[in-house]
């Protein structure tokens, strides 16, 4: 129900003027009519100040801000997928070497067998 609340853009659904019987209307009704329509365009406004179109359009209207954006965007996703998989590995790794200390039959010979590849082809360079 919040969010609903949150994305409509004003309380109060606009009323449709009717025209006026008259041509000639009280000076104190086109008052109260002009003050209706500007508290309506400050809602609008509050409305569009809170999407931030302003920003958007900005950002779109430029071809090098555009260009810019996704390219950091990009770098900042490869720099924390390669994060990631550092910190995955590393706990394969960890994990990895705890079972070589269990001393498990199958498991553990295969990974004594790799462990020695490992450090003979370190040796070597």
Known sequence: M????????????????????????????LRHEVKR??????Q??????KAEIRDIIENYS???RRILTNFIAGAARGLGLS?????????L???????VSFN??????YINELLKYVNTSQSGR
């Open 83 to 91: 994060l990631g998989t550092i910190v995955v590995l590393a706990l």
């Open 104 to 109: 498990l039959p199958v498991i553990g010979d």
């Open 37 to 42: 329509l500007n508290e309506r365009l400050d």
């Open 2 to 29: 919040a969010d609903k609340d949150e994305k409509e853009l004003s309380p109060n659904p606009p009323r449709v003027v009717e025209p006026p019987d008259t041509i000639r209307e009280h000076p104190f009704e």
């Open 62 to 64: 430029s071809v090098k």
């Open 44 to 49: 609008l406004t509050a409305a569009l100040d």
């Open 93 to 99: 790794g960890y994990l990895l070497s705890l079972l």
